[in-house]
Structures are given as structure tokens and as C-alpha cells.
């Protein structure tokens, strides 16, 4: 489901509906992109919140995500979450930051969340 939930108006519907039709242990591979992204927060700080044409602020998404709320969305809607990893971390200024700040806002250089996720 990469790219997908953001587009609904009730992603916790959807999963809860999905579930049942899924069997016991079925994994679920799903991708967002990441509203805790240093430049949405920037953005944020500037008093700004534009929407573009692609990409994160995509005017098409209904719904934004960070790697903790993507990943209660599943839990909420009776997955277990085996990982959420971000994507989309590399490059020098993310690994200066990361190594200054202990590693404690990596989730600010992810551009993407990717959750796996099992039915149980």
C-alpha cells in the first residue's frame, strides 16, 4: 500500500476493513511520505503551509504522517507493526546531524515511512 493511505479521507476504515479478508500473518508493506521532514518543519516555523503539485505537500493527500502516527494507524486497526523505517536519509548534512544530535531526530532527515506490518 506505498503511497496510498494518505489519500483517503478514513485510512483506519479502510485497514479495518481490509484486515478480515487478510490471513493470519499476512504481511502489509506500506509507504508515506514523512510530514516530520526538516523542511515541512521549516516551513511550519515560517508560519507557512503550502500545498505543491507532488511530493510531500502534495495537494492530493488528506492525510499526514509521521513514522510514531503511521505506525499507530496500524496498531489501532489490529496489526502489529514489525518495523518503521525511514527512507530517503542519506546525505551529508543528515549524517553531520544525526551524529551531532546522537541520533535522537533521525526521523527529521526520512522523507519516507515504510511500515511492515503483520495480520493477527
Known amino acids: 500500500m506505498s503511497e496510498v493511505l494518505e489519500h483517503l479521507v478514513d ?5 479495518r476493513k481490509l484486515h478480515p479478508l487478510l490471513k493470519h500473518g499476512a504481511l502489509v508493506l506500506s509507504g508515506s511520505p514523512n510530514v516530520a521532514h526538516y523542511r515541512t518543519v521549516l516551513m511550519l516555523l515560517r508560519g507557512d503551509w ?20 503511521y505506525a499507530r494507524l496500524f496498531e489501532e486497526t489490529g496489526y502489529e507493526v514489525l518495523s518503521t523505517v525511514g527512507l530517503g536519509q542519506d546525505g551529508f548534512k ?7 544530535l546522537f541520533g535522537s531526530c533521525d526521523w527529521l532527515w526520512a522523507r519516507q515511512i515504510k511500515v511492515t506490518a503483520r495480520c493477527v
Open 11 to 15: 485510512p483506519w476504515s479502510v485497514l
Open 50 to 69: 503550502k500545498l505543491t503539485d507532488s511530493g510531500l505537500m502534495d495537494r492530493t493527500h488528506l492525510r499526514w504522517f509521521t513514522p510514531m502516527t
Open 94 to 100: 543528515a549524517r553531520v546531524a544525526s551524529r551531532l
